[in-house]
């Protein structure tokens, strides 16, 4: 299990630096100090080991529960992003889904992550916590987009930080997703996000 793991995380890597197509199974075993066999006894193609990077990047953290349901799909979007710079895995699926050649190859985990979006919005809505004219798989879609925007052009900026691009961007969005009393009540903050990392999150909030 070490083996695989080291295995994975080195193509992640390679994928993230240089892209599908330039990365070879040579240069995975020169990162690895793996023999060619040590490496062929876990994954037999470099396609089978990009599907298996893009299925373990897909199962996401799972958030602490909170008493609000809006609040948790806030909080899935802040963990992401504090947690790409740092996971290789996850960095080289969003690498791997925005690049054309790789997606028809290999397909990409969007509809994972929408999915587990718009999970969290139909029973923010069942509750009472959407406005009503808030469709879920709609907003789930658009901040999927949204994200993976963000964090394409803020890669590029030499002072971009995600977790507050994040953050300022779901303050611009959520007055028109969430009632007022529940707007007043969720924490969009930056900080938030370091804490649902190391596990110190904030006490749950009050219904």
């Known amino acids: 299990m070490h083996t695989r793991r080291l295995i994975l995380e080195a193509a992640a890597e390679l994928f993230n630096e240089y892209g599908y197509d330039a990365t070879t199974i040579g240069g995975i075993i020169e990162r690895t100090r793996l023999t060619r066999g040590g490496l062929y006894f876990h994954f037999a193609s470099k ?28 909080d ?10 740092e996971d290789p895995l996850l ?31 139909a029973e923010a809505k069942e509750r009472g916590e959407l406005l009503d004219h808030v469709e879920p ?12 925007g963000i964090h394409l052009i803020t890669e590029t900026l030499p002072d ?14 959520l007055p028109n997703v969430a009632h007022s009393g529940v707007l007043a009540k969720l924490d969009t903050s930056p900080h938030r996000a370091a804490a649902l990392v190391s596990g110190r999150t904030a006490a749950r909030l009050s219904p």
């Open 137 to 148: 798989p709609e907003v789930a879609r658009l901040l999927a987009g949204a994200w993976t």
């Open 160 to 173: 971009g930080g995600l977790p507050q691009e994040i953050s300022s961007f779901l303050e611009l969005i």
């Open 76 to 85: 899935l979007a802040l963990l992401l992003a504090v947690r790409l710079p």
């Open 47 to 74: 396609e089978q080991l990009a599907r298996a990077v893009l299925d373990e990047a897909a199962a996401l953290d799972r958030v602490p529960a909170q008493a609000l349901k809006l609040q948790e799909w806030v």
């Open 91 to 121: 960095g080289a699926a969003v690498r791997l889904s925005v690049d054309l050649r790789a997606r028809r190859l290999l397909g990409s985990r969007w509809p994972q992550w929408v999915g587990a979006g718009e999970s969290l919005l």
